[in-house]
């Protein structure tokens, strides 16, 4: 159902962004018995910016939702190894058995973002494509108490609720209204250009890192995503004015191999370039509202890491606004404890101020870190009930 028809004045949360944080933390809320709502200015299913590649963490987080089978029911492929290569030298890494995860998966946002929406609306979430925040309301203690709704048509509609989720990306319009400050911020992007293609046979996921460029094969539904990536402040001097001509560039001069299979398989559409963003940790979360996934947290792309991190964090948000009180005071801590780390080592992956050993001591650090994250993921404790 879209547009504003037969909303109700009052939630128990209202999640504006339906892909992988907001959907997510709709269908945690509402599966514990929660009465949410759950809008996106743009359509059901639709496509946005991504390799797609979900590392341990964010499988296991599908897993224990019950949702793996339908991401194979996608024919999204299984994807059993990872290999490093650092110039010549390849360094293959089987995915092991653990915390129940044997594979992992990169999902076309197109297949992840709308089966977490149905994984919500099955759960009880009411859902709204088309429909867009324009305004939060206060309360004379400045507490977030509801927001103004406008659909697609220009009709308005105001909600109350307990609490308004800000799970609306980067720019995000609930982080703008209550003034969410970046408190840690980075200092580097790269600038990533990528595409999908036909009949690349390379087994698992790869990732190739020279001087001054890196590069992917990342296995998804219906072909293989393969993006190319460089400092964006060589962003003009690689990529302006003939986008493939740059992509081709940079596999030919970096990754003379993968340019060769690129050469040998089929494009299908068009290549897709984002310019690059430095990193950030907002504040997330204040009297009557929240931020969850990129709202509050971005890091550079390279690391693959922004839709695990989501899921990661869906859950922490959940577990702390059904605990109620001021359980949601520590939602901020525990999300930076587990992300500063991770944060840090991007950042300088993203400088590209490293050699080969330099960028294989960072791959170990990335490693240990996200061990760590995979076993807090895991102990996270089921969520209380509402109902109960
Ligand atoms: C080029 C690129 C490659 C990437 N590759 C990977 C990767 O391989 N693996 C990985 O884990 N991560 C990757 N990421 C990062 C990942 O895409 C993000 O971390 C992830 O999309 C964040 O999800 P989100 O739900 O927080 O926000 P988003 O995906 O940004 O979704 C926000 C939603 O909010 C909606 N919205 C915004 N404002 C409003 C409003 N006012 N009212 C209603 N709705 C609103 C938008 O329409 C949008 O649908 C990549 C990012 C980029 C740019």
Redesign the pocket.
């Known amino acids: 159902m879209n547009g504003l028809y037969s909303l109700d004045s009052h939630y128990d949360a209202v999640v504006?962004?339906?892909?992988?944080?907001?959907?997510a933390t709709a269908f945690l809320l509402a599966r514990s018995g929660a009465k949410v709502l759950l809008?996106?200015?743009?359509a059901y299913g639709?496509d946005?910016?991504?390799?797609?590649?979900?590392?341990r963490g964010?499988v296991l987080q599908l897993k224990r939702w019950g949702l793996i089978p339908t991401v194979l029911a996608a024919g999204t492929p299984a994807i059993r190894s990872t290999t490093f290569h650092y110039g010549d030298e390849a360094v293959r890494v089987d995915i092991k058995p653990d915390h129940g995860v044997d594979c992992l998966f990169?999902p076309r946002?197109t297949v992840l973002?709308p089966l977490l929406v149905d994984a919500a609306r099955e759960a009880g979430a009411e859902v709204r494509h088309g429909?867009?925040?324009?305004e939060l309301q206060f309360a004379g203690s400045g507490r977030v108490i509801g927001a103004l709704?406008r659909d697609a048509g220009g009709a308005c509609m105001s909600v109350r609720s307990d609490i308004i989720i800000g799970?609306?990306?980067?720019?995000?319009?609930?982080a703008q209204l209550v003034n969410a400050k970046a408190y840690v911020e980075g200092s580097n992007a790269s600038a990533?250009v990528?595409g999908y293609y036909e009949d690349l046979n390379r087994d698992g996921t790869h990732w190739h890192f020279a001087n001054n460029a890196a590069a992917g094969v990342?296995p998804t539904n219906a072909g293989r995503?393969v993006?190319a990536a460089v400092p964006n402040s060589r962003l003009g001097a690689t990529f302006r004015g003939d986008v493939m001509r740059g992509f081709l560039q940079v596999l030919a001069s970096s990754f003379p191999k993968l340019r060769e299979d690129v050469d040998r398989a089929t494009l299908i559409g068009r290549l897709?370039?984002?310019g690059g963003?430095t990193s950030y940790l907002r504040q997330c979360h204040g009297a009557g509202w929240a931020l969850?996934?990129?709202?509050g947290y971005?890091k550079d792309?390279l690391t693959?890491?922004?839709?695990?991190?989501?899921l990661r964090d869906a859950q922490l948000l959940a577990i702390r606004i059904l605990d109620g009180g001021r359980a949601i005071e520590g939602y901020q801590h525990e999300r930076d404890a587990l992300s500063m780390p991770f944060m840090r080592v991007t950042d300088a992956i993203a400088s590209f101020c490293w050699d080969i050993d330099g960028i294989k001591q960072l791959h170990d650090d990335l490693s240990a870190i996200t061990n760590m994250e995979v076993n807090h993921i895991a102990s996270l404790s089921q969520l209380p009930s509402l109902a109960a």
């Open positions: 504006i962004g339906a892909r992988c944080a907001g959907a809008i996106d200015r743009q639709s946005t910016l991504s390799t797609h590649a979900l590392m964010a990169a946002r973002d429909v867009a925040l324009s709704l799970a609306d990306g980067r720019q995000s319009t609930v990533i990528f990342i995503c993006f897709r370039g984002f963003a969850v996934g990129d709202a971005f792309p693959a890491h922004g839709i695990t991190d989501a």
